[in-house]
Each structure stands twice: as C-alpha cells, then as structure tokens.
C-alpha cells in the first residue's frame, strides 16, 4: 500500500495507518473505530477517542484505500450516577440504560442525546465524518443475538480467562473512564465473593458470573441478579432487587439485556470488524477490558484484536477562569469557540498521541495562532513533519475546512474586540483602515467571531482595556511643557480620516517634530526616549494605564472624536 513517495515525512498518522491496513489484509475496506459513552458532557481530552480514528481514516482515503470510521454510542449502558445540578429525583433512574433515562433539561429525547447532540455538532464543525451506531439499537434489535448467544453457551471459557486476569479490586479515580468504571462495575457484579472466604469463592456458583445481564423487565433497572440459566430452551431467571420483580428472558427471543463490557468490546470487534481503535492509558493495565478482550477475541469470536494506539491524557489550564458547559472541564464546543476548527485539528495530530498535553485558553490562545498562521505560510513552501501536521489539520477528504479570506492576526483582531467592544461591522471597518482590506466582515470570519468571543470570555477584567469615558482632568492641568507640545502637535497633525499609515507616521513623528526634525527623519537618541514618554501619555489619558493595545490601533478604533475630546481639544 503506497505509503507516498520514499523522503516524504513519516508522522503517528503514517504508522497507525501502515498498521490499520496490514490488521485489514492488502485490498480491504478497513474498519477504524471509536466508542464513548454519553453520559455526561463529552471533554476535550475524550475528544481523542473520536479524533484519533478520523486522522488515520483520512490517511487511508488519501492512499485511496477504502475505509470507514464506526463510532459506537455506549448508550445502552446504565445511568451510574446524578451529577451536581440534576434533581435528586433522577436518582430513581439509576441502572436503568442512558437511553431510557429522561433529559433533565427538556430539549432532548433523551440523557444519551442530550449529550451526544453538542458533541455530534462539534465533530461537524471539525470535518469528523463517521458511521454512528447506537448500542440500544443493535442490542433492542437484536443483532447481536448470535453473539450474544455464543457468549452465553461459552461461558465457562470466558470465565476462565476473565478468573485469571481478574486482580484484587482497585476502586478508580474520579476522573475514571466510563469504560474504566464499567469495568469495575462488571467485576463488582461478578465479584463478590472474590475477596473474601475462600471456600465461598470455590463454590462460586457460575451463574453469578454469567457474562449477560438484562435489564429488569418491570422496572427497566439492571439491579437483577441471574438465579438460573437453561441452555436447552435459553432462558435466563432473575430476580430485581429494586423492585422485587422474578421473571425470566429468552435469549433467543428477548432483547433486553447486554453483554457485561469485558466481553461486549471483543465481540464487537468481531462483528465490526474493527481493525484500528485508539485505547485510553487506563485501558492498559494488566486486567483491563482491552487484555482481556484481545484474549476473547481470539477464543470465542474468530477475530484478532484491532491495531491501536493509547492515548495519553488532555489537561486544561486556566480552566478555573472559564464558565465550561462541562462543569469545569472544556468540552469541544468551548474550544470552538475561540479557536477556528483546523486549530482545535491540530493541537491533537501535531503530537503523538501518547503525549499528553494542556490546552490554554488564555493568553497564549494569540501565540497558537501567530504559530498556526506561520506554520500555514511555511507548509505553501516546504514538506516536513509539522507541515503535514498542518495539512492534516487544514483539510479532509470533503474539503478545506473553513479559514478566513482575509487572515488578520487573532492579536489585532482582539485588541479591537478588546477597545471597541462593539459589534462585527464596527470592529471590520477599524480592520479595514488598519491595512486590512476586505469586502465584508465575511471575509475576517471564522475567525473575528472567535477573537471577540476569546476577548469576552477569556481575557481577565483587569487586563481588559478600559477606554476613559472623560477626559482626566487632572492629568490634562499638570502636564510639562514637552507634553504640552506633543499634544498640540499631535492634535493639529491627526488626520480627520486617519487610515493606519497616517496614523503611524503622527504617533510615530510627533515627538520628531516637537525636537525640529521631519516625520520622515530618523529618529535620534533623545527622540526615541521621548517617544516612549510620549506614547505612555497617550496611554494615561486614553486608557488610565501605562500601556495597551498598540496606539495606531487603538487610534483608530476609539475614532478621532473620541481621541480629541480625551487628549482635551
Ligand atoms: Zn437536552
Ligand atoms: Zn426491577
């Protein structure tokens, strides 16, 4: 499978691809997968799960090979816990699957959509196309039955492989994965003898381990436990403990239960299958639902474990200062708002992805994009390991993602989001007459609705420009006779239509022509030093500080009125 011409840069992307297609076999459609489940708000370091997968099938398409990206919805599992901010009444909905449990916020179907609908919108925003299956439907519907079956009647091998990679139980951090948790709720479910008296564990009755478990038919909870299985007409007896409900299921027939997770993940593997899926670190402890299944997979389903990579943790900094829609934890959604799509692309494929890394949505937020806009104009002259990073960000196999016509620095763009705090219109005709040209404020988008909206939400009050609502008095009456002069010649020269150039050449020239000198003229020793005085004057009376935004700029974004009233003309 070409690869691309021999000298042609090698990234994470090429080898994961390399690996996908020799798992698939020369000349097959190639299967790359992701799985999550909807839970709760899906953050930026989950994101990984889903991205990881789009780059190696947008590598595929480019070398032509024919591939697609099935996501899994984890949505048949159960409701684990009401977070913070949910009625306590939802409580009752503990254990039932995150499709049957109702939306809190009343504008979905669901909980399971209400939390996969922002992400899904997301992933559009970022040209990740993929095949989405929902588990609730392939289980309701039945098409896993086979499987389902095979597990069951297999039993007592899968038994064994779980019994000898099972460890002494280790409760998991918070920041758990839900598979991770799922694990643990499997081995709380399966293990409860597992610690305690040994002869208890030797009569362990096999069907407290049965690798199947349904949902309670009457009160929809998978607080049930299995007292009997008859593998002649497969029907399986329980008992709910929270509502007290004995009843049975037909295997065969009936299809209200799933496969417990460790062996869940392997048959879908099978019956996808899957030959690259991306595995969170925490999956790769001894034990972990991956070894386990890359044992199962092989044993009971005829397939062999998908090629992979781990994927090292997302960390946020700077997250305290923000409002995230994930209660503290930033979610794609947050990140698109400040930065344009083919950024966000790029901070996950740029680095391996067992690097971890933070994501900032502080200040440095305009050095990544004074960084993204250089590494755009270094990709249009040559071909190396970050450019690619760069191309792989930019576009897909649908297209270029969106980028403005007109690429003005995000630093411009909020300085004067930043002065103005004004609308689109204002700050593109500011932009215009900063040497910008431009036929519309379409021209300056995605990118100017990001930069006010970074501007609004990210930048701290105190760092904010706070332009004077009245001239400082006080101020204008003390001035010395150097800045006296600065002013009246500034005043007098400012054009009544400035553009940046006139601008410049006044901030710039009135300090030349207050020691006689032309605005053309170099610039001498004693001129230097008295341009800075000049400049922190322009700072005090315009924004009661030091220092701001560069003071063409802010010139131009206050408006020659404003700048006359304040200087005291
Ligand atoms: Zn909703
Ligand atoms: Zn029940």
């Known amino acids: 499978m070409a690869r691309g011409q021999q000298g042609d840069p090698v990234d994470w992307v090429t080898r994961a691809a390399d690996d996908a297609v020799r798992h698939a076999g020369e000349g097959n459609r190639v299967t790359v997968a992701s799985g999550a489940s909807p839970s709760g708000p899906i953050h930026l370091g989950n994101l990984r799960e889903f991205i990881t997968p789009h780059f190696v099938a947008e590598e595929l398409r480019r070398r032509g090979v024919p591939v697609r990206h099935l996501h899994s919805w984890d949505d048949f599992d159960r409701f684990r816990k009401v977070p913070a901010g949910v009625p306590a009444e939802w409580a009752e909905h503990i254990g039932r699957p995150l499709t049957a449990v109702p939306d809190p916020w009343e504008c979905h179907a669901s909980w399971a959509e209400h939390f996969k609908a922002p992400l899904q919108e997301s992933l559009r925003e970022l040209g990740v196309e993929m095949e989405e299956v929902s588990q609730t439907e392939m289980y309701t519907s039945g098409a896993y039955r086979d499987q389902v079956l095979l597990a069951v009647s297999r039993r007592d091998e899968i038994e064994a492989v779980l019994a000898k990679h099972r460890t002494k139980r280790v409760a998991p951090a918070d920041d758990a994965s839900e598979q991770e948790a799922a694990d643990l709720a499997d081995s709380v ?47 399986l007896s329980y008992t709910c403990s929270s509502c007290g409900f004995e009843g049975t299921t037909d295997l065969s027939t009936d299809t209200d239960g799933k496969l417990v997770w460790k062996v869940d993940w392997p048959m879908r593997w099978a019956y996808e299958s899957v030959n690259f899926e991306p595995a969170g670190r925490d999956h790769m402890t001894p034990g972990s639902s991956y070894t386990v299944g890359t044992e199962l997979v092989s044993s009971i389903f005829d397939w062999r474990a998908p090629a992979r990579v781990i994927y090292a943790f997302v960390g946020f900094a700077g997250v305290q200062k923000m409002s995230s829609s994930a209660g503290g934890v930033p979610t794609a959604t947050d990140a698109l708002r400040i930065l344009e799509s083919p950024m966000l692309r790029w901070l996950y494929v740029r680095r391996a992805p067992t690097q971890a890394f933070d994501i900032d949505f502080g200040a440095s937020v305009v050095r990544l994009y004074d960084e993204w806009d250089a590494l755009g104009r270094k990709a249009a002259e040559k071909s190396d390991v970050a450019t690619l990073a760069w191309q792989r960000a930019s576009s897909t196999a649908a297209g270029t993602l969106p980028t403005p016509a007109v690429p003005v620095p995000f630093r ?16 593109s005709r500011i932009i215009e007459s900063s040497g910008f040209p431009h036929d519309s404020v ?13 501007t609004a939400e990210h930048v701290p009050a105190d760092e904010r420009t706070n332009v004077r609502s009245a001239p400082d008095t006080e101020r204008l009456s003390s001035l010395t006779e150097d800045e006296e002069l600065w002013l009246r010649i500034f005043l007098d020269r400012l054009p009544a239509e400035p553009d940046l150039d006139s601008v410049t050449a006044v901030v710039y020239g009135t300090p030349k022509v207050a020691r006689g000198l032309g605005f053309e003229d170099a610039p001498t020793d004693q001129v230097k030093a008295d341009q800075k005085d000049f400049f922190r004057l322009l700072y005090n009376l315009l924004v009661s500080a030091d220092r701001g935004p560069r003071l063409p700029t802010l010139v131009l974004a206050l408006g020659t009125e404003k700048v006359r009233h304040l200087l005291g003309a």
Request: hydrophobic share 35%; aromatic share 6%; charged share 30%.
């Open 189 to 235: 479910a399966n293990e409860d003898d597992e610690e305690g008296d040994p002869s208890a564990a030797a009569s362990a009755d096999a069907i407290a381990r049965f690798p199947y478990r349904p949902y309670c038919r009457e009160c929809g909870r998978d607080t049930v436990t299995t007292t009997a299985y008859d593998d002649a007409t497969t029907t």
């Open 412 to 427: 411009t763009l909020s300085s004067v989001a930043d002065v103005t705090a004004g609308s689109a219109e204002l700050i």
């Open 442 to 454: 379409d021209d300056l988008e995605p990118r100017l609705t990001k930069a006010m909206q970074w």
